[in-house]
């Protein structure tokens, strides 16, 4: 039984040698913030998750957002022109738009950061397809003209989903897509400061007094973005309970990611709030390496969905039903994409079919499958822990390699053997709103090398995205929903593992937290003394 005063005392004397670390005297104009997981990975189109977003949304801007109520709304562009024909979208960029290093915000590094989008991201791949050519026009103005009326530009522009298209200088912008840049130069409402940078421990980003905001209100991602502190510090705590003692205390102002266990504490501090800023919802997802054994085999994929009960996964990740359920489909229960057309195998498991379609893909149970394992994870690692059990079950031999997140995120990259540095299996998760889909997310791309980690490569899954993005109306799009999601488990594509709501808390003092549908920003937020 969970005893909330027991953990709270238990906290207070376990973190009292990093709270003496942190200290108690910062500026007062700082907010400091314990986020998900640490920052490693600094350029934006380099990851996929969520921690690298928040950073991409920290210190770039976008020409286009979506607004809390999923609308795409204009953010460095002032202007849009469409031609008659519907082929032609003319961009024109607001005034005072400026880099980080002071110089102005230009037609052509707009250009040259949709370019180096589109060559990383599965919903900029789509319209690269389909455009036919991108131009500056001006200092101010360019312009995209696609082959055919391509009804998703703005939706494109205003993706949430990673990869985002956030805009950088043309110099940064022209790094090879596959080489992570070294610049941060941005032109959003906080610098990233990179000297005071300490991996593991604190990313520090400092307020750009140059930076214009619209004047539309704040509304999730879109309108004002008004930075309210001198600078926004991001302290790594991996330890729940410490991270609650911090908060607490008043040592850190707000907190990503706190277990659902530790609500009772939270409601009962009588300093704290909570707020479920992402009401789509999360979902699980299990990843296969396509490009190594067993699982370059489908067979041995496939195997995977009968071998998933998603309520067993919720209840290690979540442990409330209010705030969990089970999904049979790879787009966010409750959107319109909704579809549980060829997940029969996710509404009834079945662990002996498992077993049988592990030796149809000739595997030898003896050699071990590596899986990852970040155990500083609230959220991956008891996934993990789920998956290794079912496998072990049914006499699999499973290598767990214990490790961090951000060691993790680096390591997915790798195209190694299993046994050489490389990947079997891994876990993640991802916003609602990111996989209500086949087009927003990279999760669903299956572009071979140029796709997601795994490197799932079925040229027919990319052309019911396409589809998808092509087809007219919402019941059109749900037929190729459908057929994309059949596809996806004939191929083995990745596992959905049910989907859950969580929540961030924060000190009463603070005001202006947004509901964004996705990870948490910080421009609006104030604090009271």
Not at 18 to 38: F, H, M, Q, R, Y
Not at 340 to 364: I, T
Not at 402 to 420: F, G
Not at 500 to 527: E, H, M, R, Y
């Amino acid at each position: 039984m969970f005893n909330p005063m027991k953990a709270t005392r238990q906290a207070l004397l376990a973190s009292a040698v990093l709270l003496s670390c942190l200290g108690t005297a910062w500026a007062e104009n700082t907010l400091k913030i314990v986020p998900s997981a640490d920052l490693q990975v600094l350029d934006p189109m380099g990851s996929t998750a969520d921690i690298v977003k928040m950073h991409g949304f920290m210190i770039y801007d976008t020409l286009y957002a979506l607004d809390e109520h999923f609308k795409p709304q204009p953010e460095m562009v002032q202007d849009l022109q469409l031609s008659a024909d519907k082929k032609t979208y003319r961009f024109t960029l607001r005034d005072g738009l400026k880099w980080h290093d002071g110089q102005p915000v230009k037609a052509e590094d707009c250009v040259a950061s949709l370019k180096r989008w589109q060559a990383r991201d599965a919903a900029g791949q789509l319209m690269a397809r389909e455009i036919k050519e991108m131009r500056v026009v001006d200092d101010k103005t360019f312009e995209l003209e696609f082959k055919e009326p391509y009804g998703i530009v703005l939706e494109s522009l205003s993706k949430v989903a990673s990869n985002v298209p956030f805009m950088m200088p043309k110099r940064i912008a022209e790094t090879d897509p596959y080489k992570e840049i070294t610049d941060q130069t941005g032109s959003g409402p906080y610098k990233f400061a990179k000297d005071k940078w300490v991996p593991g421990s604190k990313v520090v980003y400092e307020m750009f007094a140059d930076y214009v905001p619209r004047k539309e209100p704040a509304s999730g991602l879109a309108g004002g973005k008004v930075a309210q502190f001198d600078s926004v510090e991001w302290d790594i705590i991996k330890d729940q309970q410490t991270a609650l003692s911090a908060l607490m205390s008043g040592e850190i102002d707000f907190w990503q990611n706190p277990s659902l266990d530790l609500l009772p504490v939270i409601e009962a501090a009588g300093n704290l709030q909570t707020k479920v800023i992402n009401q789509t919802g999360t979902q699980g997802t299990l990843f296969f390496n396509h490009t190594q054994p067993p699982f370059d085999n489908p067979k041995a994929r496939q195997a995977m969905f009968y071998l998933t009960n998603q309520q067993a996964y919720l209840q290690a990740v979540n442990g409330n039903p209010d705030y969990f359920k089970t999904c049979a489909s790879f787009f966010i229960c409750g959107s319109p994409m909704e579809t549980e057309a060829g997940l029969d195998a996710l509404k009834a498991p079945n662990p002996e079919k498992a077993k049988a379609l592990f030796k149809e893909a000739g595997w030898d149970f003896s050699k071990p499958i590596v899986i990852l394992d970040p155990t500083d994870e609230s959220i991956v690692h008891p996934e993990t822990v789920v998956t290794v059990q079912a496998m072990r079950d049914i006499g699999l031999t499973v290598d767990v390699q214990a490790m961090d997140w951000a060691t993790v995120l680096k390591r997915r990259n790798s195209k190694e053997p299993a046994d050489k540095g490389g990947w079997n299996l891994l876990h993640s998760y991802v916003g609602g709103q990111v996989v209500a889909n086949p087009v927003w997310s990279i999760t669903f791309s299956a572009a071979c090398e140029k796709g997601i980690f795994g490197w799932p490569c079925d040229k027919t899954l990319e052309d019911l995205r396409l589809r998808w993005a092509l087809a007219d109306g919402v019941e059109a799009q749900k037929t190729v929903a459908a057929e994309y999601s059949k596809r996806a488990f004939e191929i083995g594509h990745h596992i959905p593992l049910g989907q859950w709501n969580t929540f961030v808390a924060f000190s009463n003092k603070l005001s202006g937290v947004l509901t964004t549908q996705d990870v948490p920003v910080f421009w609006n937020i104030k604090k009271s003394n």
